[in-house]
Structures are given as structure tokens and as C-alpha cells.
């Protein structure tokens, strides 16, 4: 069985910054992509950051340059670096990571994280 936490959500003013971690944990024999997804209220859930297990990285558009992901595979972790933020970043994150275990191979999901921007 495989577990994700995630942590490191909050309230901050616009501008400021957070740090998002999601650390998996269980039966893992490898974690493949890591990425973050978030949902605003009333929204679909959108992609935001994904990061290979080369360490290859994509954004979207509307965080590019303000938000850095990042791996620390001995941690099974997976980290978010939010700076610049703006009201509408204000959503539930969850991280998604693509895992093999014995069983098989596929997408697991974190309980979700809520950050909050104030303006």
C-alpha cells in the first residue's frame, strides 16, 4: 500500500512565498513522474508543475517562473516552490505521483493541501 502526505500549505499575503512537500511512503520500488495539480473553488482540478524521475521539469503557464519543483528521491519527496504568489493561486494542491510496487504500476494521489492567498 502506498501513502502520499502532503504539507507546507497555509495562508500568505500576495507576494509572499510557501513551500509545498509530498512525501510518499509504502511498498515503492520506484517512483516514475511527480507532479502537483490544483483545484480552486468551483474549478476543475488544473495540472500546475511535473518533474521526471531524469529530473526533467514542465510549468504551467500560469506558474512559470514563479514556481520551481523539485525531487528528492532518497526522500521519496517531491517539493513545490511557490514565490510570487497571487490570489488566484489560492487552491487545494495535490501532488500525483506515478509508482511501482509489486502489484502493479500507476498514479497515486496526496490528500490535498490548501493554500490560500490573500491580496
Known amino acids: 500500500q502506498v501513502q502520499l502526505v502532503e504539507s507546507g500549505g497555509g495562508l500568505v499575503q500576495a507576494g509572499g512565498s510557501l513551500r509545498l512537500s509530498c512525501a510518499a511512503s509504502?511498498?515503492?520500488?520506484?517512483?516514475?513522474?511527480m507532479g502537483w495539480y490544483r483545484q480552486a473553488p468551483g474549478k476543475q482540478r488544473e495540472w500546475v508543475a511535473k518533474?521526471?524521475?531524469?529530473?526533467?521539469?514542465n510549468y504551467a503557464a500560469s506558474v512559470k517562473g514563479r514556481f520551481t519543483i523539485s525531487r528528492d528521491n532518497a526522500k521519496n519527496t517531491v517539493y513545490l516552490q511557490m514565490n510570487s504568489l497571487k490570489p488566484e493561486d489560492t487552491a487545494v494542491y495535490y501532488c500525483?505521483?506515478?509508482?511501482?510496487?509489486?502489484?502493479?504500476?500507476?498514479?497515486?494521489w496526496g490528500q490535498g493541501t490548501q493554500v490560500t492567498v490573500s491580496s
Open positions: 518533474i521526471t524521475s531524469g529530473g526533467s521539469t
Open positions: 500525483n505521483n506515478n509508482i511501482r510496487t509489486l502489484a502493479n504500476r500507476k498514479d497515486y
Open positions: 509504502g511498498s515503492i520500488l520506484g517512483i516514475y513522474a
